[in-house]
């Protein structure tokens, strides 16, 4: 299965954005669909995990900004990001942690918080 992201552009400070990630095929098997990051010279981190019972986990860092949603017949992944700092400054991945740990990614799409 493979995820292709969109969503992301430049926004100011304190903005708003929403991701999706359509993903190439059923993602109802993959129990944990996570939402990941990776700004310059950092490594890439989950930033929100979201089950497919409902339970969404977001990592310290966006905890209470960011939240997460997946739509299964739709073969879809939502991330909601508000409040957003230039901190966010990343590309943004979704993935199905497996295919992380092997290290298979999509393009990703870029997210630019600056005023």
């Known amino acids: 299965v493979q995820f292709v992201e969109s969503g992301g552009g430049l926004v100011q400070p304190g903005g708003s954005l929403r991701l999706s990630c359509v993903a190439s095929?059923?993602?109802?098997?993959?129990?944990?669909m996570g939402w990941y990051r990776q700004a310059p010279g950092k490594q890439r981190d989950m930033i929100v995990g979201?089950?497919?019972?409902?339970?969404?986990q977001p990592s310290n860092s966006v905890k209470g900004r960011f939240t997460g949603s997946r739509d299964d017949a739709k073969r879809t992944v939502y991330l909601q990001m508000d409040s957003l700092k230039p901190e966010d400054t990343a590309v943004y991945y979704c993935?199905?942690?497996?295919?992380?740990?092997?290290?298979?990614w999509g393009q990703g799409t870029q997210v630019t918080v600056s005023s």
């Open positions: 095929g059923n993602i109802d098997d993959f129990y944990i």
């Open positions: 979201i089950t497919s019972d409902g339970f969404i």
């Open positions: 993935n199905e942690p497996q295919a992380a740990a092997n290290d298979f």
